[in-house]
């Protein structure tokens, strides 16, 4: 499976974006997808989870009610709608494919990600 990140940016507080993970190659369609994030000096933490299906997901507390995942099949993407930005979301943003494709206790442990796309950037200022 292969992820490609985009639509990082920089924005101001209360704005919006919206990440995009294009995945490719086997399997891919059957993947659940998180989201993850690592601002400096920190480590890469669970954001977001999407299952195959799209029926399960999972959010961190801090996003709750501002962020949301989705999937389009056509496409083979998976998007992060971010609303509401605040400063503390800034980070580089990561997608990453678990070929188990539903969602369990374990969203958060990194180690179920067998496949990682490349970070995109995002900065929100106040």
């Known amino acids: 499976v292969q992820l490609q990140a985009s639509g990082g940016g920089s924005v101001q507080v209360g704005g919006y974006l919206r990440l995009s993970c294009a995945l490719s190659?086997?399997?891919?369609?059957?993947?659940?997808v998180g989201w993850f994030r690592q601002a400096p000096g920190k480590e890469r933490a669970i954001v977001a989870f999407?299952?195959?299906?799209?029926?399960?997901?999972y959010y961190t507390d801090s996003v709750k009610g501002r962020f949301t995942v989705s999937r389009d099949y056509a496409r083979n993407t998976v998007y992060l709608q971010m609303n509401s930005l605040k400063p503390e979301d800034t980070a580089v943003y990561y997608c990453?494919?678990?070929?188990?494709?539903?969602?369990?206790?374990?969203?958060?442990?990194?180690?179920?990600?067998?496949?990682w796309g490349q970070g995109t950037q995002v900065t929100v200022s106040s």
């Open positions: 999407g299952s195959w299906t799209g029926q399960n997901t």
């Open positions: 190659g086997p399997s891919s369609r059957s993947s659940g």
């Open positions: 990453a494919a678990d070929l188990r494709g539903v969602l369990t206790e374990r969203v958060a442990d990194l180690g179920r990600y067998g496949y």
